[in-house]
C-alpha cells in the first residue's frame, strides 16, 4: 500500500500537470486570440484602405457627375438658346413676308386709291352729265306741258264756240229768246247739232250751257270765251 507521501506526491504530481495543461491551453487561447486579432487588424487595415479607395472612387465620380451634370445644363442651355435662334429666325421670316405682303397690300392700296380717284372723278361726270339731263327734261317737261295746257285750252275753247254756235242755232229755229236756256238733249244727239256731246280735254272740266245770250262757260279757270 502506498503511504501518505507517496500520495501526496502523486497528487501533487497531478496537480502540477493539471496546472501544465491549464496554462498551455490558457497559452493557446492567447495565441489564438493574437492570431485573431493580428487576422482582425490585417482585415480592418485592408478594409479602411478599400473604404478610402472607394472614398476617393466617389469622389472622383461624384466631380465627374458633377461636371457632366454641368455639361448637361450647358447643353440644355445651348439647346434653349438654339431653340430661341430658331424662334427667332421663324419670326424674322414672318415679319419679312409680313412687310412684303404689306408692301403688296400698300402697292394694291394706291392702284385702288388711283382706280377711286378716277371713279370718282367718273362719278363726278355722271352727276353732273345727270343734273343736266334732269334740268333739260325738267325744260322739257315745263315745255311739253306748257304746250299740252295751251293745246288744251285751245280744244276745249273750240268746244265752247261750237256749244256756243249750236245754241245760237238752236235759239234761231226755235224762235227762243236770249234768256232760254236749251236742254243737253236738244243740243247733243244723232240728229241734233252736235252729234256727240263735247268733253273738255283737261280732266276735271265741266261744260255749262248757260242761256242763249250768254257765252256757255268751262269749270276750268283758264278755259273761257
Not at 472607394?54 to 445651348?78: D, P
Not at 380717284?117 to 325744260?139: G, K, V
Request: hydrophobic share 40%.
Amino acid at each position: 500500500m502506498k503511504t501518505i507521501v507517496q500520495e501526496r506526491e502523486a497528487g501533487f504530481v497531478g496537480l502540477k500537470v493539471a496546472g501544465i495543461l491549464a496554462g498551455a491551453a490558457v497559452f493557446g487561447i492567447l495565441m489564438l486570440h493574437l492570431a485573431s486579432k493580428a487576422d482582425y487588424e490585417k482585415r480592418l487595415s485592408a478594409t479602411v484602405v478599400k473604404n478610402t479607395e472607394l472614398s476617393r472612387k466617389v469622389a472622383e465620380q461624384a466631380a465627374a457627375l458633377e461636371q457632366v451634370s454641368g455639361q448637361l445644363g450647358e447643353m440644355k442651355r445651348l439647346r434653349r438658346e438654339n431653340k430661341e435662334i430658331h424662334e427667332l429666325r421663324a419670326a424674322s421670316a414672318d415679319v419679312q413676308r409680313l412687310q412684303k405682303e404689306n408692301e403688296k397690300l400698300m402697292r394694291e392700296m394706291v392702284v385702288l386709291r388711283s382706280q377711286l380717284s378716277h371713279a370718282q372723278t367718273q362719278a363726278t361726270q355722271l352727276r353732273e352729265t345727270a343734273r343736266d339731263a334732269q334740268q333739260e327734261l325738267r325744260q322739257t317737261q315745263s315745255v311739253v306741258v306748257a304746250n299740252t295746257a295751251r293745246e288744251q285750252r285751245n280744244a276745249c275753247i273750240a268746244n265752247l264756240r261750237w256749244i256756243d254756235g249750236a245754241k245760237q242755232q238752236w235759239a234761231l229755229d226755235e224762235r227762243k229768246s236770249a234768256q232760254e236756256i236749251p236742254a243737253v238733249a236738244e243740243l247733243f244727239g244723232q240728229q241734233r247739232y252736235i252729234p256727240i256731246e263735247p268733253v273738255c280735254p283737261t280732266s276735271g272740266g265741266r261744260y255749262q250751257i248757260l242761256a242763249v245770250g250768254l257765252p256757255p262757260a268751262c269749270s276750268h279757270p283758264d278755259h273761257k270765251l
